[in-house]
C-alpha cells in the first residue's frame, strides 16, 4: 500500500481525459469518461477525471492509486504538448509500479512514453467489431488471464503501437492490428480496442464516420451489420479496477 493511502482513505483511481467522443453522441450517451467510471464499477476507490488539454495539472504519481487514460480523436504522433507532459508522467507512474490502463490513444501513449513507437497502421483504420486473439503470454496476465482465446472487441483507430518498449510483453492481436494488448512490468497496460464500447456506441460511430470509411473503401452498412456484443472486453475495465484496489490494499 502507498505510505500517502489508508484503507479509510484510499488514494483516487484517476481517469485522464485526452479526448472525447462526437457531439451528437456525447449528447445522447456521456463521455468516454462516464463509460469508464461505470465500467469500473469501484465502491471503495474514489474516481477523479482530469482533462491536461485545458491545463488540468497532472498529479504527483504518488498521489494516486491508478490511472486509465481514454482515448482520443488526436495522434499521438502529432506530439502535442499536452500529449508529450502526459506521456513523461506516464513514464514516471510505470517507474513506480502504479497501475496503469492506456485506452486506444492511451494504449499508443503508453507505447510512446516508454520509447516505444505510436504513428499510421500502414494498414489504414480498423473500425467496428473485430476479433481479439490472445497470445500464449496473456494465459497467466493479471488483466487478461482467464479470458477466451478469442472474443469480439470494438475498435475504431487509424494509428497504433507500431513498436513496442523494450521488455513489453505483446499480449493480442487481430488480424488488422498485431498489438491489441501489451504489458510492461506487472501493472501498466495498453488496450488498442475500447472496453467501454457498448453495440450502441460502436454503431453511432460507424454512422458518423460513414462518409470517411466509404473513401477509405470500407463498407459501413457492412461494419454495422457486424457490430456485436463484447462482454469479455467490457469486463476489462472491471478487472483494473480489481488490480488497483489490490494494489491499495482496500
Known amino acids: 500500500m502507498d505510505r500517502n493511502a489508508s484503507p479509510q482513505h484510499p488514494l ?104 516505444g513507437e505510436a504513428g499510421n497502421h500502414p494498414r489504414g483504420a480498423e473500425v467496428g467489431t473485430v476479433t481479439v486473439t490472445l497470445d500464449e503470454a496473456a494465459a497467466n496476465d493479471a488483466l487478461l488471464g482467464g479470458l477466451p482465446a478469442q472474443f469480439p472487441a470494438n475498435a475504431v483507430h487509424w494509428q497504433s503501437a507500431l513498436r513496442l518498449p523494450e521488455g513489453a510483453v505483446r499480449l493480442a492481436g487481430s488480424t488488422h492490428e498485431p498489438v491489441h494488448a501489451f504489458r510492461v512490468g506487472d501493472n501498466a497496460w495498453g488496450l488498442q480496442f ?18 470517411t470509411l466509404r473513401a477509405e473503401g470500407a463498407d459501413p452498412a457492412a461494419l454495422r451489420e457486424r457490430v456485436a456484443p463484447t462482454d469479455a472486453a467490457a469486463g476489462l475495465l472491471g478487472r483494473f479496477a480489481r488490480i488497483v484496489e489490490a494494489h491499495q490494499g482496500v
Request: hydrophobic share 45%.
Open 12 to 115: 483516487p483511481l484517476l481517469i485522464v481525459k485526452v479526448g472525447g467522443i462526437f457531439e451528437a453522441l456525447r449528447e445522447q450517451r456521456g463521455d468516454f469518461e462516464h463509460w469508464i467510471a461505470d465500467g469500473l464499477g469501484t465502491e471503495v476507490l474514489p474516481l477523479l477525471v482530469i482533462d491536461p488539454r485545458r491545463g488540468d495539472t497532472l498529479p504527483d504519481p504518488a498521489e494516486v492509486s491508478g490511472v486509465v487514460v481514454t482515448g482520443s480523436h488526436a495522434m499521438v504522433s502529432h506530439r502535442e504538448p499536452w500529449s508529450e507532459t502526459t506521456a513523461a508522467w506516464l513514464a514516471r507512474l510505470v517507474a513506480r509500479d502504479t497501475p496503469v490502463l492506456g485506452i486506444c490513444y492511451g494504449h499508443q501513449l503508453l507505447a510512446h512514453a516508454l520509447d
Open 194 to 211: 475500447h472496453p467501454e464500447f457498448d453495440a450502441d456506441t460502436m454503431r453511432g460511430y460507424i454512422d458518423m464516420l460513414a462518409d
